[in-house]
């Protein structure tokens, strides 16, 4: 028999992160007996007194929010991070490590209406989000190592406020996740000449097999090792090392794709698709005065649905203890977004 | 100001992973405004016809079960893993690397009873549990490299039967997470000439700050470096290196702290404790012919919940881009359990 990359399991390789996937195609046919979420409820008031980061609201600090017209950002009310706290005495222990950690937290709201998301916004005010994280990155750079602007997307994803925003932590150390993706982005360096992903987007352009959507300046694709069932990737056509190097063209371009993947995301399962996104550039602080040609900006989505609005993927057990195991391939989740339309099943009423 | 572990944030190493783990004991102050998992129904019928874990019910497959009285074991119908598939390709393109893998998937009913737990099971029915775990990494593990016993409890991980039972996924590959805890362990026992885990376990036995409940062969213990809120170890007294290295009377002391363990966690929130566990030990297949002094056998339980039986930690946004983050620490964490108590809040009816 031969293998069937649809039909037959295999593992595939993370060379971002060193890592493997199981994927398990067969799986697709089994019956679903797992829990189902909660459906989100869709009808949200455009400004409720009582929401936090609504326009004019005082906030649990006592601190009032400004009538905002656009984005608007304040440091987070109860924050993991904090600027300013005694350091823990240096150890060299194998077992009892611990550094300091400093850092701040900030809350991104991206529009003054609870009732929008990123797909029914205006490219002008997707283009002021993007604007306003590289504010926040120039200036939070200047500081800290790095720099971790995310958003949390629906009830299932612990976000419980539905009013559209974004979080940024800031932190002095670098954390694991960028670590590890500096580790092997430098090791790919010194072993071709040539950024990682850059090399990775192009492979990906001529095989088509894997691209969602792209234009003129990004492109959108399901990675080659996604583990999440629907995640993607956001990469430039050209070598950008932060967002802070984007020119005009490109963030529009990019206001533009944001539009389109968050759109056929809420129409895969007609319903506003929960996730967690993030963007991942070279590390800023100290590192703003090294070479980082071997750093490429990208975007990350991660969503949690498998089935429908109500069936997610757990990543338990197995997964937990042993191995990221998925079930549709890349390949069978690319085609799929890709199909769906880039119009949003909803009307956005003004 | 002096640095106060409890008060002040900090990140901690975890040197079987080599990761670090952010620390914001802080954050326990804010007030929660985040999603309420649904409280798992207590009413279970201690044997539902329509149940496939249960004796004599047939499953999806037509196959009928046995009338087990202890434990049973059978090959799932719808496996992650299968035993026989053709393989890939072989490739060592840096973004397009997939590798054949080859296991199976198997499920083992703890008990015939629908309504029953670890906690409250007794001690020669736990110890028929390891018995059987014992006989299935034996079998399993001529075959294959790696043997993943673990338990999925609670519908909030994924679990949807809340009959008693584990899985068993065995695989030709080893998987990402014991892959690096073979990499770190064998660095140290070549850098100290001892177990790591077992020079670990007496730290811990000398500081006394982590440990949650120990007898004459165990000892559980929150890491130094957990990232779940409640996160425990459960580590050896002596060295093992997988568990069937276990002599009798290490295998009742270890059904015996597995059932106070898994009734403090039901203690704590008063009910039925939700949680992924597992075994890992060195590999099997081709590492039984090897030196492995270097492993030591241990367990891990990775509970979710975080402040009672509904509110969980949610391990998303910066977590998935950037790092592990928890409130409360480890030794706040051990505290609370080790003060909970030995006897289950439920009483069981036989
Ligand atoms: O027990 P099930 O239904 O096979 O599946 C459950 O456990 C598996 C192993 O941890 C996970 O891969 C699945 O996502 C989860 O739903
Ligand atoms: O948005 P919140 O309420 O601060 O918190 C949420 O996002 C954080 C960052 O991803 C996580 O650490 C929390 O577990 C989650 O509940």
Redesign the interface.
Known sequence: ?????TE??????N?LKG??V?V?P??M???W???IEKLQEEAIPRHDSTNPLCPRVER?SGKVNPDYSSTFVFTN??????ED?????DSDD????????RGTCRVMCFHPWSDLTLPLMTIPEILEVINRWIQELTELGQKYT?V?I???KG???????PHPHC?I?A?S?L????SIKDIKQKE?YAKYGRP?LI??VN??LEKKERIVVSNNHWVILVP?WAVWPYEVMVLPRRHLIRMTDMDEEEKVALANIIKIITTKYDNLFHCSFPY?M?W?GAPTGSYLNEDCNYWTFHG?Y?PPLLRSATVKK?M???E??????RDLTAEQAASKLRELPDIHYKVRVD
């Not at 194998?94 to 950690?101: G, I, M, S, V």
Request: aromatic content about 18%; hydrophobic content about 40%; charged content about 15%.
């Open positions: 028999m031969n293998f069937i990359a037959h399991q295999h593992i595939r390789f060379p890592e493997w199981l398990s067969h799986r046919k089994r019956p007996a797992g829990q649990a009310d109860f924050p993991a991070l904090l706290v005694p350091s823990p005495p194998p077992f009892f490590h611990t550094k300091a950690a790095w971790q995310f958003e949390n009830a299932i994803m612990g976000c419980s406020n979080q932590w932190s150390f954390p694991n996740e960028p790919y990682m090399d990775y492979r990906e080659y967690s993030g991942h990350c991660f757990f338990v057990g197995y937990m203890l042993a191995q990221s195991q």
